[in-house]
Every structure is written in structure tokens, then in C-alpha cells.
């Protein structure tokens, strides 16, 4: 027999943060999420830190919004190129687009690793700011990445809109 018990997420994640200090929690945090866990980190922090009315100096404010949209960005090549592959099938022009997407969503966690040292789970944020501050040249590394990565978005449209297997399965359903 089983006695299910709702709520203890995947690594007791719940049990772990009874035994551990608001602070200490937010790399914890990131593991609840491995493919976005810059945000996962950056969630936990802000509900601390509304909790104890703790105010985040703008830079850090800045520095979060900036790695959040990375984040988001790198999760979004992932849901694209993993659709594609579904929606556009292996040998109908689907993998060229994963393998695309994952190259760009690459650049983006060449980002994270230059900022935390780590490419999966980051420990950026913590209660009150942020654990770094962006090294020398990096800003002008993450410009030339998004400007990269916005401009093969045409790309990907013309991959997809002229592929039959893509059309087929997507449109009018």
C-alpha cells in the first residue's frame, strides 16, 4: 500500500525548506524547475522578500528583469524547437528547426555561465538582491546574442511555413 501525500514535490522540497533559513533556500529553489531555474530562484526570492518587506536595491531589480527575459527566451527555444520537432516531424525538416532553436537557447546559457559560473542551476538570486554583478564585457556579449537570436527568427518562419508536414499538423486543428 501507498499513502500518496500531496504537495512534497519531486526531492522533498517542502521538507527541506522546513529545515532551512529563508536564505538559504533559494538554490534549493532552482531545482524545482531545471530548464528554467533563473526563474525559479527569482520567484522564491520575491515571495521572501514581500514576506519580510525587504527592499531590492534597483540595480539588482535590473540585473533580475535581465536574466528572467534571458531565461524565458532560452525556455522559449526549447519549446519551439521540441514542437517542431513534433509538429514537423524528424525527417520533415522538424529537426533542423530543435537543432536551431537549441544552438540559440545554447548562446543563452554561454550567458549564464559567464555571469554564475554554472550552466543548469545558477544560484543568482538571493533574499534582498543578487549573488553577482555582471562581469566586464558581458552586457556587450547579451546584446549581440539577442540581436543574434531576433534575427534567425525569420529563420524559423521560413523553415516552417513552407514545410507540409509542419502545415499539415497545424493548421485547422
Given amino acids: 500500500g501507498v499513502d500518496a ?11 527541506l ?4 533559513a529563508y536564505v538559504q533556500y533559494p538554490t534549493i529553489a532552482s531545482k524545482t524547475d531545471y ?11 520575491m515571495a521572501a522578500e514581500q514576506i519580510a518587506k525587504v527592499e531590492v ?8 528583469v535581465l536574466v528572467g527575459e534571458l531565461q524565458r ?21 522538424g529537426a533542423t ?10 548562446t543563452v546559457l554561454d550567458l549564464f555561465e559567464a555571469l554564475v559560473g554554472a550552466r543548469l542551476l ?15 564585457g558581458w552586457a556587450d556579449r547579451c546584446r549581440a546574442t539577442i540581436t543574434t537570436i531576433d534575427d534567425r527568427i525569420n529563420e524559423y518562419e521560413d523553415m516552417l511555413e513552407g514545410n507540409a508536414f509542419f502545415l499539415a499538423r497545424t493548421q485547422g486543428v
Fill in 5 to 15: 501525500v500531496i504537495g512534497y514535490l519531486h526531492r522533498c522540497h517542502e521538507k
Fill in 17 to 20: 525548506a522546513e529545515t532551512l
Fill in 35 to 45: 530548464v528554467a531555474a533563473m526563474s525559479s530562484e527569482l520567484a522564491y526570492v
Fill in 57 to 64: 536595491p534597483k540595480r539588482a531589480q535590473y540585473l533580475r
Fill in 73 to 93: 527566451i532560452a525556455s522559449h527555444c526549447l519549446w519551439l524547437g521540441t514542437w517542431c520537432l513534433d509538429m514537423g516531424g524528424a525527417l520533415g525538416g
Fill in 97 to 106: 528547426v530543435f537543432l536551431y532553436c537549441i544552438r540559440e537557447r545554447e
Fill in 122 to 136: 545558477y544560484g543568482f538570486h538571493q533574499v534582498g538582491g543578487t549573488r553577482y554583478d555582471i562581469p566586464g
